[in-house]
């Protein structure tokens, strides 16, 4: 035993050590976490807020920036942690579903005065007479006018459809497929998304004349089809749209447009005497339950609330905000249109329910539109889709015989591991193979960590119904309802069987479209006297190349029916040729949906077979080709007898894989058909992500329906190897 003894300087160094290694987290401990979702000017305005308030008050800030789309997860994911932001800035709407989850607390005190607010940003935060956040700013769309085109402004929208506009120019221009688009045209028949009861609002003969009137417009040529937010601004900003129906968020598109424009509130239906009504967005800064008990993030509240902090907001991002002691600058004519709009503005209801309207009423309203339904019809069946996804789950089951059945298959494979134990020859066999385990260790590891722990994680949670973190025992229920179609008849658009056969349809075409394809490219490029080999493998080759989701979203700009390539090669045929066919509309059948899918994924797959046929290829022996032409076979019988059997060893892998990853293929189909028509082109994985994310985060469910395609690819991917290995006498 050692003699030493500590001096004062070992304790002093040692202390030293441990307060370094400690310095990081007790510098984050009074560290202040600020999340967001902006960009450009606005993200710009709240680093300049933050920055002022960081050297007022002595308070380290650290900022982050989320993406929309996934903010919500992300404060799910942290928050009850300890881990998410004491401050966050986002949309009332979704103050309800974040009260579910237990992710706010109370935002009162960091509120002033009433009279420093509008009574519409206050009654937008406000749940059960708390306050759940301190307004920042106000968003709706308005009517934006191209002067140019139209001097003065109907008073009514009829008058606005009614104008004459050159050809190719549209007198206006709004999302009118969009539910969010058509909340304004809505409101003006007297009609709501979302009932005071948190019923589904969007039925009745308002809601059924809303869509009539929207029809009209369309067919008339007063606004254009299938507009979404990019077209509307593209149309606009280039001039061929008098009229538009948007938010700020075109204001910065229009930097360098060659023609005047302002911003003015939206017009009257004439035929109800209404005015349109767009949801008003009220951004606040909200706190997170721990952020709620720190005097530190209130006063940070404080600073982003303040009427400095607004005046900065307005005048580099050019929001406008909610504060009535800050008026709207002179020299922004912009802002001043806003604003008008915005007192007539209703604020978006923060109901969790009416995230579900937006699937429902989104598909009853391109239904209308593209002829397939009456209003009526469009309007009750998405009356009955919403009461599906708000029904109640499942009922609590007991996990007695779950963990029964656990525990009989631990004691299963602890008898085994007993008895392997026991046997020399195994423990001999053990001891010999620890140096090679050693190495492979950090493997099992690694994948247990990243492949065995999600799958495992992921079958467990299909066991489970209920909202996130209010989850709870159900058993096989979820599995009971995929299944039996939720009560409704097997083969009903979205249903499970159905979407498995459009599913299996969807692999067999593409799989066999990839092959050929492929395998033809591949035998092609391998004749050695074909010129400029090397260019034309790189050129075929990019396809692969590109990210999917960006070549996706370039098909569907193809395939649309008015401005894509598509359709203006139609139109250049008709001028050659001098006949009179029609551009295709083709997300409104089942046929050219699913065509329009299988066109972008052959693009993107065809390349990987090309490849592996000719790596295949090189490994055929030339002698034998040889010796079969020298046989007197002729070029198809070599091609067929020879080349194809030696190459197949390395085609069945691809195939399998090529099957797996088309089985999966999320990105193509959300982002070119979005599954329309109503959802009849959607495959399993695109329809588990609507349970998981557009219905009410029913993790359960969406868990239970990727089990399913977990054991259906491991089925029909092992299922020929299983059948190989079978004697011969017990086929």
Not at 289 to 314: F, H, T
Not at 591 to 619: D, E, H, K, S
């Amino acid at each position: 035993m050692s003699s030493r003894t500590c001096s004062p300087g070992h304790v002093l160094g040692a202390l030293l050590a441990v307060l370094a290694l400690l310095a990081p987290a007790l510098a984050r401990a009074d560290e202040l976490r600020l999340w967001h979702a902006y960009r450009d000017a606005e993200a710009t305005a709240l680093v300049e807020i933050v920055e002022e308030f960081a050297a007022r008050t002595g308070h380290r800030v650290e900022l982050l920036a989320v993406a929309h789309e996934s903010f919500g997860s992300k404060l799910a994911a942290t928050i009850p942690r300890g881990q998410g932001p004491h401050v966050f800035i986002d949309s009332h709407e979704r103050i309800g579903d974040y009260r579910l989850r237990a992710l706010l607390g109370d935002a009162g005190p960091a509120l002033g005065p009433d009279a420093d607010y509008s009574a519409q940003s206050l009654a937008a935060v406000t749940q059960d007479g708390a306050r759940w956040g301190v307004p920042l700013n106000a968003k709706s769309v308005a009517l934006f006018v191209n002067t140019r085109l139209a001097g003065a402004v109907p008073d009514t929208l009829e008058g606005i459809a009614a104008l004459p506009m050159p050809a190719g120019v549209y007198p206006l221009a709004y999302e009118a497929q969009s539910a969010y688009g058509h909340m304004p045209l809505l409101a003006a028949f007297d009609g709501r998304m979302l009932a005071d009861d948190a019923s589904f609002g969007f039925v009745g003969p308002a809601a059924a004349r809303s869509l009539a009137f929207a029809r009209e417009l369309v067919e008339r040529g007063a606004v254009p089809r299938d507009a979404d937010g990019a077209l509307v601004s593209d149309l606009f900003r280039s001039g061929r749209a008098a009229f538009a129906i948007s938010g700020p968020w075109l204001v910065g598109q229009l930097a360098g447009v060659e023609f005047a424009w302002r911003v003015v509130p939206l017009p009257i239906v004439g035929e109800t005497g209404l005015p349109m009504r767009p949801p008003l967005t009220v951004e606040a800064a909200m706190l997170s339950p721990q952020g709620s008990a720190s005097p530190a993030a209130l006063d940070l509240v404080r600073a982003l609330a303040s009427a400095e902090a607004a005046a900065v907001r307005q005048r580099l991002a050019g929001t406008l905000s909610v504060r009535t002691d800050v008026p709207v600058p002179e020299d922004s004519p912009v802002l001043a249109g806003f604003r008008a709009q915005a007192e007539l503005a209703a604020p978006m209801s923060a109901d969790p329910a009416m995230r579900s309207t937006w699937e429902p009423a989104f598909r009853a309203i391109r239904k209308v539109l593209r002829g397939q339904a009456s209003p009526e019809d469009a309007l009750a069946e998405a009356a009955r889709r919403f009461a599906d996804v708000r029904r109640p789950p499942p009922p609590a089951a007991s996990p007695t015989p779950a963990l029964l059945l656990l525990g009989l298959g631990l004691l299963l494979v602890a008898f085994h591991l007993v008895r392997r134990a026991r046997d020399p020859a195994a423990r001999q066999a053990l001891r010999a193979s620890l140096p090679a385990y050693r190495y492979v260790a950090h493997s099992v590891v690694v994948v247990g960590l990243l492949v065995f722990l999600p799958l495992i994680v992921g079958a467990a949670t299909s066991l489970f119904a209920g909202r996130p973190g209010e989850g709870y025992y159900v058993g096989l229920a979820n599995f009971f309802e995929i299944l039996t179609a939720r009560g409704g008849p097997l083969l009903a658009t979205g249903s499970f069987w159905f979407v498995l056969l459009v599913t299996f349809l969807w692999t067999a075409v593409n799989v066999v479209l990839h092959l050929g394809i492929g395998l033809a490219l591949g035998l092609v490029l391998s004749r050695p006297t074909l010129r400029l080999r090397a260019l034309y493998r790189v050129l075929l080759i990019l396809p692969w190349a590109v990210p999917s989701y960006v070549t996706a979203l370039a098909w569907k700009g193809m395939f649309h029916q008015q401005y894509g390539a598509v359709t203006g090669l139609v139109l250049a045929i008709n001028e050659w040729f001098g006949t009179s066919l029609e551009p295709i509309a083709w997300f409104s059948r089942f046929a050219t949906a699913f065509a329009a899918n299988v066109a972008t994924n052959v693009w993107l797959g065809f390349p990987f077979m090309m490849v592996v046929t000719l790596g295949a290829l090189t490994a055929v022996p030339a002698d034998v080709l040889e010796a079969a032409e020298v046989d007197g076979a002729s070029r198809w019988q070599r091609l067929t007898r020879v080349t194809l059997p030696m190459i197949r060893p390395a085609l069945a892998p691809a195939v399998t894989l090529g099957a797996i990853w088309t089985f999966n293929m999320f990105n193509v189909v959300f982002l070119v058909s979005g599954g329309d028509p109503d959802g009849s082109t959607d495959i399993l994985v695109s329809e588990a992500y609507r349970w998981a994310f557009t219905r009410e985060a029913q993790y359960g469910y969406a868990a239970a329906y990727a089990v399913l395609i977990f054991l259906l690819l491991l089925v029909t991917t092992r299922l020929p190897a299983w059948l190989a290995r079978r004697p011969r006498g017990a086929r």
